[in-house]
Each structure stands twice: as structure tokens, then as C-alpha cells.
């Protein structure tokens, strides 16, 4: 993907999910008007969730995910069936899939339950329809949407890219900064320059705030941890507010006058997520760690790491400091998140910048039902610098919760 690109955490994610020879990979291509996914009588084609990330109008970007067929069958085909159920986490619009000369099959009302009670929007697909006799009944199961489509011809596929866009999930326009600023607000962003840092670029959230600044109609002003100082002492007048990568959370700190809000990266998008408040309570966990209790540090991206990693070497460190304990660390990065958390005594995640919104709550709500706690590199750095309630001033309804 292109940097000018749509993220995909900001993708609308559709999934296809449905028994093997259902149709699925045939019906991406059709939607799409490509042929992006490989399709073949052999069943079991598609032996991984397959991502493609795209425009289908009318509803705009999104992330289209082909997923293995639910009745795989032997030992690997356990494992794919896994992975297909895994995409549900992620999942903001699900395609039940059904060959429509076959009906729905045992495997289909399972994962229809499933969609149930997740309360995921979702449709039934019938495929394949060109293989009905024209009198066949069409009745969908009660209480779902069903269409009759055909991938091989073509009947109904304007009508179900209409459906899918109507199942968009709504709600108050999520923000990441944008709803504390007005126009004309001048906002400083401090983005420290070492060696994680990606070479001739941003990362991806600060990208992603300096964009929704700019929406509000307000002013970004960029400086590294070093040049703060003097960067403060040039303005007129004082910034509405200071953003700061969390790293850099106690110099910024000592910097930052405290007439002026400050806060991070981290913690504007575990608040643009929706995890905010839980993180807070989360991080109270370090109170109570032992020697040997297991932590989970968990990133949703993937990289390189460096010799001074903030999540395997810099916050295991901080922890250690603060409690003066010796905890055993465990990590997980990209798509991976265990289901089973009791093991572990907290969780620290990462901003979660490269996840979609339903899969950060998603492991938030896992964390939650099995009573762990799960707090955020952002609010665990200010925690243990001791500017957390500083920290959270931009936000006096969530800063109560201390």
C-alpha cells in the first residue's frame, strides 16, 4: 500500500466466510471486477485469510478478506478453520457465503450463531443462484438478509455492493484530536528521531494526527524532543496543546510549562479505539506484580526490532524500575493474540495504530471477560514517569478514573 493510501485500520473490513466451492473466492473477483483471488473447482483453493485492500464504491476503502472454507477437513484444515473463525475479530461487515443450489449446511448455522452473538452486521449470500430452477423458493433463514446473486453472471452484484454499504456501521464520527482543538488552534507535535525511527518518513500515527489537525482548520507545528525548547520560546503565543511520542514523555515533560495540555501518540488513539478508560484502570495492575508474574506485551504491527526496542526493551525496563520486581515477559506481535490471557497478571499493548477499531476492542473485551488487566504503552510510560495525571488533563472525564 502506498503511503497515500488509505490505512487499513481505517478500512472498512468485510470478510467472506462460508463452506468450501461456496463461491467465495468468485465472488470477491466479481465485486471487485478483478480477479484477485484464485479460483478452482479443487476445494480448499484458499488455504489462508487473504487480504486485499481496495475501493468498492459506493462504499468507499476497504479491507476485503477471503477466508478458508468452514468445513476443511483433517488436522490442517482445523488449523485454517481456525484462522477463518480468528477474522471475525476484525470483521466490521460479515458475508455468509451459501452455494444456493445446496442451502445452508450445519457448518453455516454455526457461524451464523456466531455472527448472531457477536451482533456483527452481516448478509447471507446466496451464490450461484444461476443453478436454481426458476421456481426454486428463495427464503432466507428467519430473521437474516438473505440475496440470491450469481458470481458467474453477474445477477445482483450492483444489489449486494448496495446491501453491504448499507450494513456500514454508524455512529458519532470517531476523532482523533480533532474534537478538543477549534480553527485556528496551533498544536505542537514532538516526534523523537532514533534509530526505530522509520527512515525518510513518520510513523503512521502521527501521520494520521497531523491529518486530523489539519481537518479541524488548526496548525501543526513538527519538532524533535531537542528542538522543543527552543521551538516553544518562537511562538507568539502558547500552542493549544502538546502531543509527544511516549518515549519522550519526562523530558517533554520538564519542558512543557503546565499551563499548556500535554499529552501522547499513545494515548489519543487507545481513546481513539475506544480502550481508554480500561487502560487507565489497567495500569494500576503494576501496584500488585510479583517476581515470576507473566506480562504480555503485544504490538499490532510487525518490524525489525532494535537493540533498544521500546516493547521487549525499554518497557520490560521501566517495569522493572517501578516495581522493583522481576516478572517473566512474553510477546506477541502483528495478528497474533492469544485466547486464553489468565496466565498473565497485565497486558500492555501497543497504540494499536495498524488494528481496526473492532479488533483492539476485541482484545480488550477478551482481557476484560477473563480478568486481566490491560493498560497501553502511552498511559504505562506516564504512569511510571509520574505525569499520567498530567497526562490526561486533556481529557477531565477520563482523568477522574485515577
Not at 29 to 41: D, F, P
Not at 311 to 334: D, H, L, M, Y
Given at each position: 500500500m502506498s503511503l497515500n493510501s488509505t490505512p487499513s485500520s481505517e478500512r472498512v473490513h468485510i470478510s467472506l466466510f462460508g463452506r468450501r466451492n461456496a463461491g467465495k473466492s468468485s465472488l470477491i473477483?466479481?465485486?471487485?471486477?478483478?480477479?484477485?483471488?484464485?479460483?478452482?473447482?479443487q476445494k480448499g483453493t484458499t488455504t489462508d485469510p487473504v487480504s486485499k485492500a481496495m475501493e468498492l464504491l459506493p462504499l468507499g476503502p476497504v479491507l476485503l478478506t477471503d477466508t478458508p472454507g468452514l468445513d476443511d477437513v483433517g488436522e490442517l484444515g482445523a488449523m485454517r478453520v481456525e484462522k477463518a473463525r480468528q477474522v471475525l475479530d476484525k470483521t466490521d461487515i460479515a458475508l455468509l457465503v451459501i452455494d444456493a443450489a445446496e442451502g445452508m449446511h450445519p457448518e453455516d448455522e454455526a457461524l451464523l450463531q456466531l455472527l448472531r452473538e457477536k451482533k456483527l452486521p452481516r448478509l447471507i449470500v446466496m451464490n450461484q443462484c444461476d443453478r436454481l430452477a426458476k421456481d426454486a423458493p428463495r427464503v432466507a433463514p428467519q430473521g437474516e438478509t438473505a440475496l440470491w446473486v450469481s458470481a458467474a453472471t453477474g445477477e445482483n452484484i450492483r444489489e449486494l455492493k448496495e446491501a453491504i454499504a448499507a450494513l456500514r456501521p454508524s455512529g458519532p464520527e470517531r476523532r482523533i484530536v480533532a474534537d478538543l482543538l477549534s480553527p485556528g488552534d496551533l498544536v505542537v507535535l514532538v516526534t523523537p528521531i532514533d534509530e526505530a525511527a522509520p527512515k525518510g518518513r513518520l510513523i503512521l500515527p502521527q501521520q494520521q494526527t497531523i491529518r486530523d489537525i489539519l481537518d479541524a482548520g488548526a496548525?501543526?507545528?513538527?519538532?524533535?524532543?531537542?528542538?522543543?525548547?527552543?521551538?516553544?520560546?518562537?511562538?507568539?503565543?502558547?500552542?493549544?496543546m502538546v502531543i509527544t511520542d511516549s518515549q519522550a514523555f519526562k523530558k517533554v515533560s520538564a519542558d512543557v510549562p503546565t499551563s499548556i495540555p500535554l499529552t501522547s501518540f499513545s494515548i489519543l488513539f487507545a481513546r481513539y479505539k475506544g480502550n481508554l478508560p480500561g487502560a487507565i484502570r489497567g495500569v494500576k495492575a503494576l501496584e500488585s506484580l510479583e517476581n515470576g508474574d507473566k506480562v504480555l506485551i503485544s504490538e499490532g504491527c510487525t518490524h525489525h526490532r532494535q537493540c533498544n526496542d521500546i516493547?521487549?526493551?525499554?518497557?520490560?525496563?521501566?517495569?522493572?524500575?517501578?516495581?522493583?520486581?522481576?516478572?517473566?515477559?512474553?510477546?506477541?506481535?502483528?495478528g497474533e493474540f492469544p485466547q486464553e490471557l489468565t496466565q498473565y497478571k497485565l497486558i500492555v499493548h501497543c497504540g494499536a495504530c495498524m488494528l481496526n477499531e473492532r479488533e483492539m476492542q476485541s482484545r480488550a473485551a477478551r482481557a476484560r471477560e477473563q480478568g486481566v488487566p490491560m493498560t497501553n504503552y502511552g498511559i504505562l510510560?506516564?504512569?511510571v514517569t509520574g505525569i499520567l495525571q498530567r497526562s490526561l488533563e486533556p481529557f477531565p472525564e477520563i482523568a477522574q478514573l485515577l
Open positions: 473477483n466479481a465485486l471487485t471486477g478483478q480477479s484477485l483471488a484464485i479460483v478452482s473447482q496548525m501543526a507545528v513538527v519538532t524533535k524532543e531537542t528542538e522543543l525548547p527552543q521551538g516553544l520560546a518562537a511562538l507568539k503565543e502558547p500552542p493549544r516493547g521487549t526493551v525499554k518497557i520490560p525496563n521501566w517495569i522493572r524500575q517501578k516495581t522493583g520486581k522481576e516478572p517473566v515477559f512474553e510477546f506477541t506481535s502483528g510510560i506516564a504512569y
